[in-house]
Nanobody
Framework: VQLQASGGGLVQAGGSLRLSCAASGSGFRSNVMGWYRQAPGKQRELVARIRSDGTTTYADSVKGRFTISRDNAKNTVSLQMNSLKPEDTGVYYC???????????WGQGTLVTVSS
């Protein structure tokens, strides 16, 4: 599986961005897909994930503002980010984890910068 993330950029606080991640390879439909982020000087943290059955999980800090979705026909996972805050700034990484593995695949990361 190879993952290609896109959609990052610079936005003012209160604005919106949509991140997308395109997966190539086989087995995407059964994988958990999601997004982590890493702010400067901080550890990478889970933002959101979506299972093959559509079940979603969000970090408390983004609940009600971010929405994760997937399109199995297009092999994509997206993250709609609304009401962005400066603390959302960081590099966002998409990932894919097979139910048969403990090692996820990672995308290259896309930078999100939210100005105050």
């Amino acid at each position: 599986v190879q993952l290609q993330a896109s959609g990052g950029g610079l936005v003012q606080a209160g604005g919106s961005l949509r991140l997308s991640c395109a997966a190539s390879g086989s087995g995407f439909r059964s994988n958990v897909m999601g997004w982590y982020r890493q702010a400067p000087g901080k550890q990478r943290e889970l933002v959101a994930r979506i299972r093959s059955d559509g079940t979603t999980t969000y970090a408390d800090s983004v609940k009600g503002r971010f929405t994760i979705s997937r399109d199995n026909a297009k092999n994509t996972v997206s993250l709609q980010m609304n009401s962005l805050k400066p603390e959302d700034t960081g590099v966002y990484y998409c990932y894919s984890l097979s139910p048969m593995s403990t090692r996820p695949y990672w995308g290259q990361g896309t930078l999100v910068t939210v100005s105050s």
